[in-house]
């Protein structure tokens, strides 16, 4: 008899995850139905998306989990009361530990996990109990202070399945305390508050991340993180006083914007290696898996998966609080039923939608050459991914072979900045002729430095700092693989340009409707939809 659980995330970005044994049969994020981005609230759609689906009632579910956040919205246990066992979990870094643990190599790996901030710390458990933890009772009531810690830095150990907690860091929270909003002394709240000074709003890291890269360094900003041997983290107050001088609102496009994205993600990427070095060499344990929103930074990520002093690093596609729901079902599958099995993770989580059609065998020669003549496509096959990046299966593919593929893609296709780069695709072995670089892990969330033939051969996917994101394609037969390999036959090119399938401020296109309204809107021509090319009429 099969063990099966539903986890479900209510916080932003929430989501629910269907778990059949140790295989995670499905998942999909709120936004992908409600069409809202970082929709939050009990996720009552995703659980119903997976069970009619995938073709389970809940009387078929042994155990649905809750992550019970701290400011989740509108959790309310009788949408769940059809279902016969019911749990709640606050465990928010362990739930994004168990979540990174599904990429765990085959021996013991690291598990950090940094965010903006997750539970509160238990109560003391005897004398002294709470310091020793970093988190003062005395402090809370403190001019300026909200009462309450959060937990924004965990370390665990995996091995076999199993997590013991090594360290645990909490900071306090100080309730709208500066012009964007509240603050925790984390790395997650200090990125964020870059992201609202400019973008206005906490959900545009990936921006700052990429503008850093434009930055003319003219500024004197203080350094915005304080660290030590001593293992102390805070943010400087130097720094939070200078931003809180800046205009409300900075203009992307602007010098002292440029700066304050350099700035803060030159700290992160400081603070974090000198973090991990001081893991691997205090727990003896190379190989690094990492958790949490702090793990989408993929600039981060490719200096890690490059250091000398770590082995393998590797990251959940959904390291976000979407990938809560995985880690409960995971939790769960592991404390209360025993399974220590490997999880078994596939890229396309979602439903298919299309009907039954006659699969065209020429279908990945005609995108290919379709790509070879200039033109965008856009590519919906089979279930969704879960997580941020799209990785051929809700995707819009071009060629990459001249720096006007890009700015056609910004400018009229996906209606955004134009500082931002593009994510690409090459099959594992060609990925020498993009890349000497290691790569966190194969699913787009790794900055690599291109080589300089492969910058000249390929403009339209350099960043202005010479880095790509890359997703790397097994040659197993799968369509990217096709199209990959039939375009390198057209052109001689190993590489295309891999971006979501949406249009502005819009969540990727879940169903096949959705794909075909967004090909019209943003004007692509082609649309390949489960089996065939097809033109696109706006």
């Known amino acids: 008899m099969s063990t099966r659980i539903i986890g479900v995330h209510s916080g932003h970005d929430a989501s629910a995850c269907l778990l059949v044994d140790n295989v995670v049969v499905g998942a999909i994020a709120r936004e992908r139905l409600t069409r809202r981005k970082h929709d939050q609230g009990d996720p009552v759609e995703c659980v119903n998306y997976l069970l009619a689906h995938f073709g389970f009632a809940p009387a078929d579910i042994d155990l649905l989990v809750c992550s019970d956040w701290h400011d989740a919205i509108g959790l309310r246990e009788d949408r769940y009361s059809q279902f016969a066992r019911v749990e709640k979990t606050r465990r928010h870094h362990l739930l994004h530990a168990y979540a990174a643990s599904v990429m765990a190599p085959a021996g013991p790996a690291l598990v950090l996990v940094a965010d903006g901030g997750g539970r509160r710390p238990p109560p003391p458990r005897g004398g002294g109990g709470a310091a020793a933890r970093g988190c003062r009772p005395e402090d809370n009531g403190v001019a300026g202070m909200a009462p309450g810690w959060f937990e924004v830095e965990s370390v665990y150990r995996h091995e076999g399945g199993r997590l013991t907690l ?118 003896q344990c190379p190989d690094l898996l990492l958790g949490g929103g702090v793990a989408l930074n993929c600039r981060n990520n490719g200096l890690l998966a490059n250091a000398a002093w770590l082995g393998s690093v590797d990251i959940f596609p959904a390291a976000g609080d979407d990938g809560l729901s995985v880690g409960a079902a995971v939790m769960a599958l592991r404390e209360t039923f025993g399974d220590y099995r490997p999880i078994v993770y596939r890229v396309s989580q979602g439903a298919s939608y299309a009907a039954p059609m006659k699969q065209d065998p020429q279908a990945a020669q005609a995108l290919a050459r379709l790509l070879a003549d200039g033109h965008a496509v856009g590519v919906f096959q089979g279930g969704s991914e879960f997580g941020p990046r799209a990785l051929g299966y809700r995707s819009i593919l071009s060629s990459a072979a001249d720096p006007v593929f890009k700015t056609r893609l910004n400018a009229r296709i996906k209606r955004r900045e134009s500082f931002r780069p593009f994510g690409g695709i090459v099959l594992r072995a060609n990925l020498d002729q993009i890349t000497h670089d290691a790569l966190a892990g194969p699913n787009m969330l790794s900055a690599a430095r291109m080589t300089d033939p492969a910058r000249a051969r390929y403009p339209a996917l350099a960043h202005v700092d010479g880095s790509v994101r890359l997703q790397v394609v097994e040659e197993d037969g799968c369509l990217l693989h096709r199209v990959l390999a039939a375009y390198e036959g057209l052109t001689g090119r190993v590489a295309l340009i891999n971006t979501s399938f949406n249009d502005r401020d819009e969540p990727i296109v879940e169903t096949l409707a959705e794909a075909r309204a967004c090909a019209a809107a943003t004007g692509l021509a082609y649309l390949y939809a489960d089996g065939a090319v097809e033109a696109v009429h706006a």
């Open 166 to 283: 090594l360290e645990k860091a909490y900071r306090p929270y100080y309730s709208k305390r500066y012009a964007w909003g509240s603050h925790i002394d984390s790395l997650g709240y200090a990125y964020a508050a870059v992201s609202k000074k400019i973008f206005g709003s906490s959900h545009a890291a990936g921006k700052v991340m990429a503008l850093a890269a434009l930055a003319p360094r003219a500024h004197d900003i203080p350094a915005p993180l304080r660290f030590g041997s001593d293992r102390a983290f805070g943010v400087n107050p130097d720094w939070l006083a200078y931003l809180e001088a800046c205009p409300d609102h900075i203009d992307w496009d602007t010098p002292l914007a440029a700066d304050l994205a350099d700035a803060i993600q030159r700290g992160l990427e400081a603070y974090l290696a000198f973090r991990t070095r001081q893991l691997a060499q205090s727990h």
